[in-house]
């Protein structure tokens, strides 16, 4: 189950041609970096318990963050493969940096692992930021202009004692 296209993994590429008598790498290629890749993205998503079945039905922007780390991924192989044929002095043609790319993949990764996606998969899930559990402001509670209700007197600014 990949999230993503050959052709959206390719137009990362522009110079690339595809289609063409002995295409290298070959689409079978690209197709298997989508789908290992895809794999990577289903197995760190299932161990966060997330439902992958029909999900772009049920959540189309859940599967369009998937879709873009699968894309990622599968372009910095596909960049690996194109750079390591150029050679190290060749023009990179405007191409996108697999090197960047990849990183790009791997920060998403450890965000999801992580669960910064959470709510965009369940949206019962907890959240990171308390404000919205407890809907309270951080910081003291005690008012600073009511001197004498102040719980803090030893440490006031400029008071001898």
Do not use: C
Request: proline residues 6%.
């Amino acid at each position: 189950m990949s999230f993503t296209t050959i052709d959206a993994v390719a137009a990362h590429y522009p110079g690339f041609q595809r289609g063409v008598t002995n295409q290298n790498p070959a689409d079978t290629q690209i197709q298997t970096w989508i789908d290992n890749q895809a794999v990577r993205i289903t197995a760190l998503a299932t161990a966060r318990g997330f439902d992958l079945t029909s999900l772009a039905a049920a959540n189309p922007p859940a599967q369009a963050l998937l879709a873009l780390m699968n894309e990622n991924a599968a372009a910095a192989d596909l960049g690996d493969a194109l750079y390591s044929m150029l050679g190290p002095g060749a023009a990179t043609q405007g191409w996108a940096n697999p090197n960047t790319l990849r990183k790009s993949f791997e920060n998403m990764m450890t965000e999801l692992g992580q669960g910064a996606y959470d709510k965009l998969f369940v949206a019962a899930a907890r959240t990171g930021d308390v404000y919205p559990a407890f809907g309270g402001v951080a910081g003291q509670e005690t008012d600073p202009t009511g001197p004498e209700l102040d719980s803090n007197l030893a440490f006031r600014k400029n008071d001898v004692y």
